[in-house]
């Protein structure tokens, strides 16, 4: 394994989900007949405002819930349809994901922090000199024997980042990813996830709030509630004001216009 090739690009496609949260006698309907398609090898953004069901999205594309209906293709597997063993199996192997609170376990090591989806899987790491390429790669090569509590939150996310690559994923979810983060350390994050694809042909999926943030990717998916009103391509913005501007006025605007695909 060499985290530096490419990887075989995958498709991400979502077709006519709807999720309905049940709390005692109430219901959410937090997602709404929601298709996507996400080009492999592409890395998308999703923005909407709170309680949109950007999250949501993320959760069901990524297998950590299940749809109410409709189904979720990942490399062409149905994952809806997997059982609860299959599912987490094929999230460990096939799926990277990164949240915004970096989630990473105190007490170990920048290191081993990294390796737990091997550990969790009941597997080792092959060749250590695979371990080393990817700090390498990611910038935190003379991190790896810090704990979190030693390291900055852009090296924490990094960590994070790197954890959700080890299986080597063609796949990566990333939700907030820079939403702890300051602005110049999350450039460097957003150019980070912007290599992953643009180097190694990863399929990334990104939920963001931040204009800022979303001019990073290729195109911006517009949610509200729990329906998708737009799709653009960011090169039809020419920074990230101009992005801001169409995304304020594709949220305030009544009518819902036919989704792009990417
Ligand atoms: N586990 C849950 N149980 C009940 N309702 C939920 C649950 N998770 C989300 N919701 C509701 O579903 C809707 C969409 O939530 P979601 O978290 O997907 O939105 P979001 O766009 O990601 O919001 P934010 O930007 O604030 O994180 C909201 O009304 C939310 O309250």
């Not at 049940?22 to 492999?40: K, T």
């Given at each position: 394994?060499?985290?530096?090739?490419?990887v075989r690009p995958t498709t991400a496609t979502v077709?006519?989900?709807?999720?309905?949260?049940?709390?005692?006698?109430?219901?959410?309907?937090?997602?709404?007949?929601?298709?996507?398609?996400?080009?492999?090898?592409?890395?998308?953004?999703?923005?909407?405002?709170?309680?949109?069901?950007?999250?949501?999205?993320?959760?069901?594309?990524?297998g950590l819930t299940r749809p109410t209906t409709g189904?979720?293709?990942?490399?062409?597997?149905?994952?809806?349809?997997?059982?609860?063993?299959?599912?987490?199996?094929?999230?460990?192997?096939?799926?990277?994901?990164?949240?915004?609170?970096?989630?990473?376990?105190?007490?170990?090591?920048?290191?081993?922090?990294?390796?737990?989806?091997?550990?969790?899987?009941?597997?080792?790491?092959?060749?250590?000199?695979?371990?080393?390429?990817?700090?390498?790669?990611?910038?935190?090569?003379?991190?790896?024997?810090?704990?979190?509590?030693?390291?900055?939150?852009?090296?924490?996310?990094?960590?994070?980042?790197?954890?959700?690559?080890?299986?080597?994923?063609?796949?990566?979810?990333?939700?907030?990813?820079?939403?702890?983060?300051?602005?110049?350390?999350?450039?460097?994050?957003?150019?980070?996830?912007?290599?992953?694809?643009?180097?190694?042909?990863?399929?990334?999926?990104?939920?963001?709030?931040?204009?800022?943030?979303?001019?990073?990717?290729?195109?911006?998916?517009?949610?509200?509630?729990?329906?998708?009103?737009?799709?653009?391509?960011?090169?039809?913005?020419?920074?990230?004001?101009?992005?801001?501007?169409?995304?304020?006025?594709?949220?305030?605007?009544?009518?819902?216009?036919?989704?792009?695909?990417?």
């Amino acid at each position: 394994m060499s985290f530096s090739e490419t990887v075989r690009p995958t498709t991400a496609t979502v077709q006519s989900i709807s999720k309905t949260y049940r709390q005692g006698s109430r219901s959410v309907d937090a997602l709404r007949d929601v298709s996507l398609n996400v080009e492999a090898g592409s890395f998308v953004a999703v923005m909407g405002a709170s309680g949109s069901g950007k999250s949501t999205l993320l959760h069901l594309m990524s297998g950590l819930t299940r749809p109410t209906t409709g189904s979720v293709l990942i490399e062409g597997q149905n994952i809806a349809e997997l059982s609860d063993y299959e599912l987490t199996c094929f999230r460990r192997r096939r799926i990277g994901l990164v949240f915004q609170a970096f989630n990473l376990v105190p007490s170990l090591s920048a290191r081993d922090n990294i390796l737990f989806p091997l550990y969790a899987a009941g597997e080792s790491l092959a060749n250590d000199s695979d371990l080393q390429e990817l700090a390498l790669q990611l910038g935190i090569e003379d991190r790896l024997h810090h704990r979190p509590d030693a390291l900055s939150g852009g090296e924490q996310q990094r960590v994070a980042i790197a954890r959700s690559l080890i299986t080597n994923p063609a796949i990566v979810f990333a939700d907030e990813p820079t939403g702890s983060l300051d602005s110049v350390t999350g450039d460097s994050i957003c150019k980070l996830l912007r290599n992953l694809c643009d180097q190694q042909q990863r399929t990334i999926v990104m939920v963001t709030h931040e204009p800022s943030v979303a001019i990073w990717a290729d195109s911006v998916v517009v949610l509200k509630d729990g329906q998708i009103v737009n799709q653009f391509l960011t090169k039809e913005c020419t920074n990230a004001q101009s992005l801001a501007a169409r995304y304020q006025q594709i949220v305030s605007s009544d009518a819902q216009e036919v989704p792009l695909s990417t």
